[in-house]
C-alpha cells in the first residue's frame, strides 16, 4: 500500500478539481501498476476513482504473484543523496505548512485542509525535518545563499506573519512558531514534532 492521495475535492473551480482528480487517478493507476494490493485516499468522495481504478487493475484478492523481478535495488540507491536545487519557494512552502498543520494541531485538529491538499502529522516532519537537515548540512538555496537558522528564521517571521494576517481569533501561530523553531534550531533531531507540542497543551491544562 502506497501514500495516501493528498488531493481534495476543490467545490469552488470545476477547472482546479478535475486536475486534482486527475492528479489522483494517476497516482492510483501507479499503485495498481506497481503491485500495491490496496491504497487510501485524503476524502471520501475520492474512494469511487480509487475503487474504479483498483477493481479493473485487480480483480483477484492481491497481487502477491507479482514479484517485480524488473525491479532491482540496491544499498547504494538505499543510501544516494539526493539531487537538484533548493528554491526559496520551497523552503517557504516547508515553513508556511508546517506552521498552518501544527498550529491547527494546537486547537484539536489532526487532519487539516491546507491549499487543497489534506495534511497531517506526516506533513509537518517533512518539513520540519528537511529544514533540519539543510541547516546541519550546509545547504544552498539555487541562488547560492546558506540555508542556516538566521535565513529560516527571517522567512519564517514573514510567513507568519502572513498567516497571522487572516487567521481566526483565538489563533495558536504564535505558540507553533515557536515550537517550529525549536525544532529545527535543535542540536540534535527531536523524535517527533508533536511531542514538545503534547507538553505545551499538558503544561496549559495544567
Known amino acids: 500500500m502506497g501514500g495516501m492521495a493528498a488531493q481534495i475535492p476543490i467545490r469552488n473551480d470545476a477547472a482546479a ?3 486534482a482528480m486527475e492528479k489522483v487517478r494517476a497516482d492510483k493507476l501507479r499503485e495498481a501498476s506497481d503491485g500495491h494490493d490496496g491504497t487510501w485516499v485524503a ?7 480509487a475503487k474504479e481504478i483498483f477493481d479493473k487493475a485487480m480483480p ?3 497481487q502477491i504473484a507479482r514479484k517485480r523481478q ?8 538505499l543510501l544516494r543523496f539526493p539531487r537538484g536545487t533548493i528554491p526559496e519557494a520551497g523552503l517557504r512552502q516547508n515553513l508556511n505548512v508546517g506552521l498552518g498543520y501544527l498550529e491547527a494541531w494546537l486547537r484539536g485538529n489532526g487532519c487539516v485542509p491546507l491549499y487543497n491538499l489534506m495534511e497531517d502529522a506526516a506533513t509537518a516532519e517533512i518539513s520540519r525535518a528537511q529544514l533540519w537537515q539543510w541547516v546541519r548540512h ?4 539555487e541562488d547560492g545563499r546558506a540555508i542556516d537558522l538566521a535565513l ?3 522567512i519564517l517571521d514573514e510567513e507568519l506573519a502572513k498567516l497571522k494576517a487572516k487567521a481566526d481569533e483565538g489563533s495558536r501561530y504564535d ?7 525549536d525544532l529545527i534550531g535543535a542540536p540534535r533531531f527531536p523524535e517527533w514534532l508533536t511531542i514538545p507540542a503534547y507538553e505545551k497543551i499538558v503544561a496549559e491544562g495544567a
Do not use: Y
Not at 43 to 49: A, F, K, N, S, W
Not at 175 to 181: G, V
Open 175 to 181: 505558540d507553533a512558531a515557536a515550537i517550529f523553531r
Open 138 to 141: 550546509g545547504a544552498q538555496l
Open 60 to 62: 483477484e484478492p492481491h
Open 17 to 19: 478539481n478535475e486536475a
Open 70 to 77: 524488473d525491479v532491482a535495488i540496491a544499498a547504494d540507491d
Open 43 to 49: 476524502h471520501p468522495g475520492l474512494v469511487p476513482i
Open 152 to 154: 529560516c528564521n527571517a
